[in-house]
């Protein structure tokens, strides 16, 4: 957990993104780190925890991360929740929390508040079409005996 709030709190002082981190463990030991590039990078989906979870999926050759925890230096956003679950680590360990998080002027509660909201409702609206061609894509899927499950 010291290394994921040392690099969250080295990215604030660099202006490089927002001041989190997080870091990625396997068998005790750092397999990958990431910080948040959203700013530098121009990518709304670098958060710390993305970052990490794509180096460690590169450098363990998996896409699943058993046998692994994640530190991160606050409380997972909903999209990096998101990504923690598709990962599938062992555990996850937190510093701050979202409301520490939401004091700084990152509030998560919109995202929480519009997924309550019916899909006509929201501040984006989404709007469902072509749910039948849409099918297609999923009978390929099942149809396919050499598909990689997940």
Not at 98 to 116: K, N, Q, T, V
């Amino acid at each position: 957990m010291h290394e994921a709030i040392r690099q969250a709190v080295e990215n604030a002082r660099s202006g490089k993104g927002g001041p989190f981190g997080a870091v990625v463990v396997k068998d005790g030991r750092v397999v990958a780190a990431g910080t948040n590039l959203v700013t530098s990078s121009n990518d709304p989906t670098a958060h710390a925890e993305v970052i990490a979870i794509r180096e460690a999926c590169r450098v363990l050759g998996t896409f699943q991360l058993n046998g692994c925890e994640i530190y991160t230096s606050c409380e997972p956003c909903p999209m990096c929740l998101g990504a923690i679950y598709w990962a599938r680590p062992d555990r996850v360990y937190f510093a701050a929390t979202a409301s520490d998080a939401a004091e700084a002027g990152f509030d998560d509660s919109l995202i929480y508040e519009e997924l309550e909201r019916p899909l006509s409702n929201r501040k984006i609206p989404f709007e469902p079409m072509m749910r039948e061609d849409g099918q297609e894509p999923f009978r390929e899927w099942k149809q396919n005996s050499d598909r990689v499950r997940y």
